[in-house]
């Protein structure tokens, strides 16, 4: 009766758990995403990347106009997007949390050695 009453239990803090579980993996992917669009399609001109000095985008813009340099792509000295990519780190992190706050997972600490436990169920 007590076994039938602790898998009872389990089961459903497994179930109270389980959308904390997708949650957490829909904010982990758009963490990523959102990182990933602020050091690739959301870069800014305000300042360059690099070893580059701080103008250089700028510099190389305004040379643009002149004929020779009419054809330079000064798109590799734009800057990631800081404010973007940090907060995708968050969310990914958030993401992350929820995720591992929902599986059945415990440590036991005892004299000389730490263990992890795991419960896996289907």
Known sequence: MASEATAAALDDSHRSR???????VALGVAGVTTAVLGVTVARVEDS????????????????????IYASSS????KAKNRPL???GVALGAVGAALVIGST????????G?????HTIRF
């Open 18 to 24: 389980r959308p904390m579980f997708w949650s957490g």
């Open 113 to 117: 050695a730490v263990r992890l436990l």
């Open 48 to 67: 360059s990347t690099g070893n580059a000095p701080s103008g250089a985008y700028r510099s190389c813009v305004a040379q643009k106009q002149d004929p």
């Open 104 to 111: 059945q997972t415990s440590a036991q600490v005892s004299a």
């Open 85 to 87: 990519l940090w907060s």
């Open 74 to 77: 000064c798109e590799a000295l």
